[in-house]
Structures are given as structure tokens and as C-alpha cells.
């Protein structure tokens, strides 16, 4: 036999099948009631104790003694894993958490097929969404994982992988777990999503040890990957490791290399023939600190010596999510070629605007999402979103504009300048604007504007309304905005200026973001890319305004009509207010500026001009322009001071009727 007879022939194992599943469920429910004797006994020793390489056991929760079995007998060729694990209080998190975040797992673009993801259980592999978020709607809590097996794409089955994992989880923590779960296999590391619910069988909090989550679970999955598919061999360790050398990131050659400088003298890496071959050959250290030195991370310091930056794995982490941007962008742009860049949020940064064309999360543990936007200028950029945002507001194709942060505003300059006695009151800002007749515009105007802003900064806690047309204002206002900016917009803030993509606005009647773009003359656009095609959008919806007589040609010149936003936003509106009517059997009541308008939030409606509130008093509908914020309101009493495309919301108790 040579040394190459074990890369001819090699033994892989395979999934368990049924019958020893129900063979392993049986042993499982064994060991669950051995493991809660085991917990029972342990519960009467110290709160703490010491694991091997010096971790501490967390008491309290399920798991601790599992946590303390798990991986003893995986070997250096265990197969890795890698499990994100979250815990999020339900209440903290908002109503519409769980509902978003089982809407995101099976979202389009994740199978196999790039088809939309297919949720699946315990038992089933059509798993209802809507059934599970119903039984959880009063737990405290729930746990969402991230399972992404090292070798997914050599698992013939991960489907199967995540039930027996999850089997093994029930043993590990003795109770059975309700769950449901979503294979993504849009990236290059095949992973699943898992939802479990904070509810054990006998329908009490699930706690799960601290050690379990931290490393108990990811050793179980260890010793399934290393079951399923066997060891890693001693050339797949070392082509991993030949990899690595050359990787533009943080890898488990540099984690060595940091433990070197740690323990040496100095902090220098010295790399003699004593050091531990066997484990990491000498070779691939030194072809690492080679690689290091030519990035400028490491300087050779003497024969086998080497002196590493302070800040190489900072430095090696963010080229490794550079990396992973790159790769991200040019996945969702495809074919089409663009300049990469990546939106730095700051005062000084130059507004975005563009098109979606690729969207996700950066950090599915976090649910931090972020766009791909192709430019206006020509230009394709990555986008951080702020967190918190619902990634289904930016449909593909729409059309988004990303800002950084914000300096003061003028406005918030005025409200502190006219606070007497700390009070702002909108009589004495209307009587000095009165009082100023060159200055232009409309005072009345101009103090709502003012009042938006002050209802803004109620809500957040900053000043507080005494009476109708008066605030208490602190003397700080202007710091304090300053803090709230700076926590709320850190990330930057992304608007949406229209969920269609520019081929349908052309041809619409509908208030669009193109009919903008003519009035305000479509500055900074490329000749290129996005900014070609846009062109030729604006100039296909010029030709439609003329057919539709709502512009004329004057030469070269197309004249657009007065009111123009204003005429098309009003047909738009009355359209889809004749199917209400038709749906309700109640008659639509046209909002008019500056007039309040109330009645119960019913659900909105999403337009060619916009996204638009149907409130209902029980006599009449109207339609108000939509915000974020009164969608927690659905179904309760709301009204609305609308002004143009301005809305200022007012939520309360409807009003009591005397008879």
C-alpha cells in the first residue's frame, strides 16, 4: 500500500435513516431522564464550577450538564459548525418582531432554486408560519439560532441534519422543543434558520444554560457534521490551513500567531523548531508572516522573528467584511459593471440616490440590514441600514436616497430662540413672522412646520406639550437634539421616494418621483448605468404627460402644467377611493390642508404617489399620506392635520358623543 491509498478509498458515513431515528428518539428520551437525575444531583453542589480550560458551568437553566459532556470525544478532525444564537425578549422587540422575522426567513431568492424559502418542522415540511406565531403570542421570550455546518453543501440532507440536531437539543435540555425553521442556501455558506419558541413541554419559560447556548449546541452539531459525513482527513486540514495564508482576513492561523506574541517576550513571534509542528506546521506560520508583512501587518524583527501590528485582527476583521461586501455587491448587481463603493454616513457625505437591486442582512443574528443601491452617478453602493429597519419597505427596483447624519436645523434654532420664559407658543412665532411682511412664504405654513417638528420631539421625550400651541422647551434644546440624532440616525437615514421601479412611473398617472425629477431639473445624473436608463425614463414620461395633455411642447422645451404634482396626486387618490367605496359601501371624504381629520386607522393602501392611511369615522373614509409610526395604531382612534404630503398625527381616545 502507498500513502495515497487512503485519498483512493475512503468511508464516508451517511444520514441516519428512519428506523434509527426512532431507534436515537428512544435513546434520546433515555438520556434526557438520565440528564435531569444529573441536573437534580448537581443542582445540591456549588452555584459554580470549573470546567476543563478553566470556563465556569452556569447553574441556572437547562442544559448545564450537557454543556459539560458535549464534544469530549471530537477529535481535531472534527467537522466545524458555526451557530449564531439570539435571545430576544418578545416585548422589547415590538409586536410585529416575530411576524417580521418569519416573513424574512422565507423570503424570496433563498432556496436551492432561488425560489422563495420553504418553512418546515419537527414532523412537517410545510410548516405554518401563521399557526406558530399564533401559539407564541404569549411568550416572554424566543430563541432564533443560525445553524451553518462548515460542509453544507457535502450534507445530502440539511433538513434532516437540523431534526436530528434538534432532537438531540430535546435530550440535551429534557423537555420537547416547539420550532420552525428555513434552509437559506443564497450565500456561499449554506445555513438554516431556526425559530424556537421560550416555552418548555409542560408550557413554562424555556431557560437554556448559559453554557449550553455559548458552546454546548455548536458541539452537539460538531459531533452530528462528524457522524454524517466522518472526520476530516489530514489533507482537508491542510489545504484549509494553505487557504488561509492567503485569506485578506482574520483566520485560525492568525488566532495562533496572536497566541505567540502573547506568550513571548516582548510580543514577538518566534518561530524556532521547538514550536508545536504538530499541530500547525512551522511552514504555513511562516508563509502566513510573510503574507502579514507584505499587507503591512507584521515586520520581520531578526532569524525567524516577527513583530505584529497592535491592531492586525481589527485590521484583518474589517477586510474580511470588506471582502464580504465586495462579493455581495457584485452578486446582486450580476452582469452589469459598475464602480463599487460603500456609503460612509457623515456630515460631510454627499446624498445617494438610486435603485435596490440587492438587499439582506449583514448580520442575520442582529437583523442589521443593508441595500445595494445602483447610482444615480453612475456608480453602485452598499448601504448599513439603521437597525431596527424592515428590509420589506424597500421593494427591488424602488427608488431610495441615503443621507448621513443631519446637523441642526434651522428650525430647531428658531423654536429655542422664541421660547420665552422656556415656553414656545405658535401665537407669538405667528405674530413675529406677521410682523416681518418681506420676509415670504406663508406664516401659517411656516409655524406648522415648526409645530411637525415640536410633536417630533414629544414623542422622543424632549419637550412636552403644555397646552394646544404651547411646549415646554428646555434650555438644552439643542444638545439634546443633537444626542437623540446621533443614537436614532448614527448609521445614517434612508428614505424611500418611490417602491416603483422608473419603467412603471413612466407611465402612470400617479404624483411619481420622475414628475420630481422634471421639476427640479434631474441634476447630477450619469450618462451611464442607472443614470442612462433614467434619462430615458424622464424622457418617456414627458412624452406620456403631453399625450395626456398635463404638458406641452415648446420647441425643444416641454412645458409642464401648474399644480402639476397636485392635479396627478388628486387622480391617483380618487382612482383607488371609487374601490373603497365600492369594497366599504362608504363614501370617500377628500382630505383638505390644514383641516383635521380623525376616524379609526383601518390599513393603508400603496400608490403611484405613495403609501396612503384609510381612516374610517363611520360615516365617511379619508385618505391620509402614511408614516411609519401609526401603523402600532391599526385599528384604534387617529387623527391628522395633512398638509401637502405633511402630516402631523395626533393618537388618543375618540371623542365621546353627547347626546
Known amino acids: 500500500m502507498t500513502s495515497r491509498d487512503d485519498d483512493r478509498f475512503r468511508v464516508r458515513p451517511g444520514p441516519p435513516k428512519s428506523s434509527r431515528a426512532g431507534q436515537s428518539r428512544g435513546g434520546q428520551r433515555f438520556v434526557s431522564r438520565v440528564l435531569r437525575e444529573a441536573s437534580k444531583g448537581g443542582a445540591k453542589a456549588s452555584s459554580q464550577a470549573a470546567r476543563p480550560g478553566g470556563r465556569s458551568v452556569a447553574r441556572l437553566g437547562r442544559g448545564h450538564v450537557a454543556a459539560q459532556t458535549a464534544g469530549r470525544r471530537l477529535g481535531p478532525g472534527a467537522r466545524r459548525v458555526v451557530i449564531k444564537a439570539r435571545y430576544v425578549v418578545l416585548r422589547q422587540a415590538g409586536g410585529r418582531s416575530v411576524e417580521t422575522h418569519l416573513r424574512y426567513i422565507e423570503r424570496e431568492g433563498v432556496d436551492r432554486d432561488g425560489g422563495r424559502g420553504h418553512a418546515y418542522g419537527p414532523t412537517t415540511d410545510h410548516a405554518d408560519l401563521a399557526d406558530f406565531e399564533e401559539r407564541g403570542r404569549g411568550d416572554r421570550h424566543q430563541f432564533r439560532l443560525i445553524v451553518s455546518p462548515g460542509d453544507a453543501q457535502q450534507l445530502e440532507d440539511l433538513r434532516g441534519f437540523t431534526r436530528h440536531l434538534m432532537t438531540r437539543m ?43 447556548i455559548s458552546h454546548g449546541m455548536r458541539q452537539r452539531a460538531c459531533e452530528l457534521a462528524t457522524e454524517w459525513l466522518g472526520p476530516r482527513t489530514e489533507r482537508e486540514i491542510r489545504e484549509g490551513l494553505l487557504r488561509d495564508v492567503e485569506q485578506e482576513r482574520w483566520t485560525s492561523l492568525d488566532r495562533s500567531l496572536q497566541q505567540l506574541a502573547q506568550r513571548s517576550f516582548g510580543g514577538v513571534v518566534e518561530l524556532t523548531a521547538n514550536v508545536d509542528a504538530a499541530r500547525l506546521p512551522r511552514t504555513l506560520l511562516i508563509g502566513r508572516l510573510q503574507r502579514l508583512t507584505e499587507m503591512g501587518l507584521a515586520q520581520p524583527d531578526g532569524i525567524n522573528r516577527w513583530r505584529l501590528r497592535p491592531d492586525v485582527e481589527p485590521t484583518l476583521r474589517a477586510m474580511g467584511e470588506r471582502g464580504d461586501i465586495v462579493r455581495t455587491m457584485q452578486r446582486a448587481l450580476g452582469a452589469r459593471q459598475r464602480e463599487l463603493a460603500v456609503f460612509t454616513p457623515s456630515k460631510s457625505a454627499q446624498p445617494v440616490v438610486g435603485r435596490v437591486v440587492g438587499k439582506g442582512l449583514a448580520d442575520e443574528s442582529q437583523e442589521r440590514g443593508y441595500l445595494v443601491l445602483d447610482g444615480i452617478d453612475g456608480r453602485a453602493y452598499y448601504v448599513a441600514l439603521p437597525a431596527g429597519t424592515e428590509l420589506e419597505q424597500y421593494p427591488a427596483g424602488a427608488v431610495v436616497e441615503a443621507r448621513g447624519p443631519a446637523g441642526e436645523r434651522g428650525m430647531d434654532k428658531t423654536i429655542a430662540g422664541l421660547a420665552e420664559g422656556g415656553l414656545y407658543r405658535t401665537h407669538h412665532h405667528l405674530s413675529v413672522l406677521r410682523g416681518r411682511p418681506g420676509r415670504g412664504g406663508d406664516p401659517q405654513e411656516t409655524v406648522a412646520a415648526h409645530v411637525r417638528r415640536l410633536e417630533a420631539f414629544r414623542r422622543a421625550g424632549l419637550v412636552e406639550r403644555v397646552l394646544d400651541g404651547v411646549w415646554r422647551v428646555p434650555a438644552d434644546l439643542s444638545e439634546r437634539v443633537r444626542q437623540h440624532d446621533v443614537q436614532r440616525f448614527a448609521g445614517g437615514s434612508v428614505t424611500l421616494h418611490s417602491h416603483l421601479p422608473i419603467e412603471r412611473q413612466a407611465r402612470v398617472i400617479g404624483a411619481t418621483w420622475l414628475d420630481r425629477q422634471l421639476l427640479g431639473g434631474a441634476a447630477s445624473v450619469a450618462d ?132
Open 528 to 659: 451611464k448605468g442607472f443614470g442612462g436608463e433614467l434619462r430615458k425614463a424622464l424622457s418617456q414620461r414627458s412624452n406620456f404627460l403631453v399625450e395626456q395633455g398635463f404638458a406641452e411642447r415648446r420647441g425643444a422645451r416641454v412645458v409642464l402644467a401648474r399644480n402639476l404634482l397636485r392635479t396627478l396626486r388628486q387622480l391617483d387618490l380618487d382612482a383607488v377611493a371609487r374601490d373603497i367605496a365600492g369594497e366599504t359601501g362608504l363614501p370617500y371624504r377628500p382630505a383638505v390642508d390644514g383641516e383635521r381629520v380623525s376616524g379609526v386607522y383601518r390599513r393603508n393602501v400603496l400608490l403611484a404617489s405613495g403609501r396612503f392611511a384609510i381612516l374610517d369615522d363611520g360615516l365617511a373614509f379619508t385618505l391620509v399620506p402614511w408614516k411609519p409610526l401609526i401603523e402600532q395604531h391599526r385599528g384604534r382612534w387617529v387623527a391628522a392635520i395633512a398638509r401637502g404630503s405633511n402630516v402631523t398625527w395626533e393618537f388618543g381616545r375618540r371623542p365621546s358623543l353627547d347626546i
Open 170 to 212: 430535546e435530550g440535551d435540555l429534557g423537555t420537547s422543543l416547539d420550532w420552525v425553521a428555513v434552509d437559506h442556501w443564497n450565500t456561499d455558506n449554506p445555513h438554516t434558520h431556526i425559530v424556537l419558541r421560550g416555552r418548555d413541554q409542560t408550557g413554562h419559560d424555556l431557560i437554556i444554560a448559559r453554557d449550553y
